[in-house]
């Protein structure tokens, strides 16, 4: 980065909030002694800095004071619009009609002579999304419920109930081509992700009294794991340890590598063993189990399940029910 530059996003970091030499020099990955520097040029060209002491203390702008808005450069033009992009292959989301609008705002705010090179960039470089076919009325009402920390009652279709859940959403996200929301499930009585488009009806729960109660212990309690890394989830009517884990190691071809990857849980538990052969060590909670079985029997002959005993005997008696539906003429 420029020094220029860098003195720009100074400012405009400091717009945020009020920020110390140190972190700054993480940020732009420069050492402390030339943040330093920087904010004594900043000083002699005018801008109103000054500095607080103390734990919250570092350096901040005089109140008022603002940079007019500045055009993106031409690499930060191509990275918002590769990400914007990734974004229109989704089958749904909340900014359906806003990341087309950007996308358009961009480039016409982009010189004509650049215009052209961006488009022959974009057409080589992307954020790959699996295409699928999917609606998600309910995926704006379930962020705002996670920002407000609203319990919510959720009709869900899973593949194997279609019941009425009560839930406290935490976050939504995106991966392999869906939306997610992750939610401590009152029913489950420990945290969950739930695929958004399988949730076809949602209100926030009218038992304000004791669910949103219990909601905000949830949500405390949540936000303290986070910060100590803790190993326990607690129900609001019983203290008790999150679901047992159980670790697994099973071996994989080429085929089976690329399938498992592409799970956001298990994608980083692969590593290389030997040659064409790769090797996924692993723990998942024990309440996964039945959904492990079925995973691994599904990916076939590009997986062999090594331990624990229990998982290779479960895989093997689904094989053999397939194989008994199959071996029989059908009538």
């Not at 909670?285 to 002959?301: A, K, T």
């Amino acid at each position: 980065m420029k020094r220029s530059d860098r003195l720009t996003a100074i400012v405009m970091a400091l717009q945020q909030q009020s920020e110390t030499a140190q972190s700054l020099a993480d940020k732009f990955e420069v050492s402390k002694r030339t943040i330093l520097r920087d904010m004594q040029t900043l000083s002699e060209m005018g801008v109103p800095l000054y500095g607080e002491s103390g734990p919250r203390g570092g350096y901040k702008l005089m109140e008022g004071y603002h940079l007019p808005p500045l055009a993106l450069s031409e690499e930060e033009a191509l990275l918002t619009l590769v990400a914007l992009q990734g974004m229109t292959q989704l089958a749904d989301s909340p900014f359906n009609a806003e990341r087309w609008t950007v996308m358009d705002k961009l480039k016409h705010a982009l010189a004509p002579s650049y215009r052209s090179q961006l488009d022959t960039k974009l057409e080589r470089m992307e954020l790959f999304m699996p295409k699928r076919s999917y609606r998600t009325p309910y995926l704006t009402q379930l962020l705002e419920a996670a920002v407000e920390g609203h319990a919510i009652e959720a009709f869900y279709r899973s593949m194997r109930h279609e019941r009425w859940l009560k839930l406290l959403p935490k976050r939504v996200y995106t991966a392999n081509g869906f939306w997610y929301c992750e939610a401590y499930s009152f029913t489950h009585s420990e945290t969950r992700s739930f695929r958004v488009d399988r949730v076809a009806e949602m209100h926030l729960s009218e038992e304000h009294a004791e669910i949103n109660t219990a909601a905000a212990q949830q949500r405390g309690q949540y936000i303290a794991s986070q910060d100590q890394a803790s190993t326990k989830i607690l129900n609001p009517d019983v203290t008790q340890q999150v679901t047992e884990r159980v670790r697994i190691v099973a071996r994989l071809t080429y085929r089976g590598m690329l399938q498992v990857e592409q799970d956001e849980h298990l994608g980083e538990q692969v590593h290389l063993c030997g040659d064409d052969s790769w090797e996924l060590d692993a723990e998942l909670p024990r309440s996964e189990w039945q959904w492990v079985v079925e995973w691994f029997y599904r990916l076939g002959m590009d997986a062999e399940v090594l331990e624990p005993l229990e998982l290779r005997m479960e895989v093997a008696k689904l094989a053999a029910q397939v194989y008994a539906r199959y071996e029989e003429q059908p009538t």
